[in-house]
């Protein structure tokens, strides 16, 4: 499975960006999908993650009432819609797969990973 991350960009704090993550072919039914962030000298961090279903979804702390993750299992794509974005949102995110949701927190039981995009939030 391939997995294409896009909608990054640059934007003000306060301002709005929805990234997608498109597979290339329909993951299984147990699969979660999960969104990843690295900001610079830091370590990849969990921010989203939800059921194959869509029934489920979690959140960090840092993100939570500002961002929301879907899915359309037909068009094989996980979004991020992120709202009210701060300075501190700045890094390249990632969209990964993982067999269950279990582990949708966990970094190390991800199975594939998108190459990442990038968002920059300005003061």
């Known amino acids: 499975v391939q997995l294409q991350a896009s909608g990054g960009g640059l934007v003000q704090a306060g301002g709005s960006l929805r990234l997608s993550c498109t597979a290339s072919?329909?993951?299984?039914?147990?699969?979660?999908m999960g969104w990843f962030r690295q900001a610079p000298g830091n370590q990849r961090k969990f921010v989203a993650g939800?059921?194959?279903?869509?029934?489920?979804?979690t959140y960090a702390d840092s993100v939570e009432g500002r961002f929301t993750v879907s899915r359309d299992n037909a068009q094989n794509t996980v979004y991020l819609q992120m709202n009210n974005l701060k300075p501190e949102d700045t890094a390249v995110y990632y969209c990964?797969?993982?067999?269950?949701?279990?582990?949708?927190?966990?970094?190390?039981?991800?199975?594939?990973w998108g190459q990442g995009t990038k968002v920059t939030v300005s003061s």
């Open positions: 939800i059921s194959w279903s869509g029934g489920l979804t």
């Open positions: 990964a797969s993982v067999f269950e949701w279990r582990w949708v927190k966990v970094l190390s039981k991800y199975n594939y």
């Open positions: 072919e329909r993951t299984r039914s147990s699969d979660a």
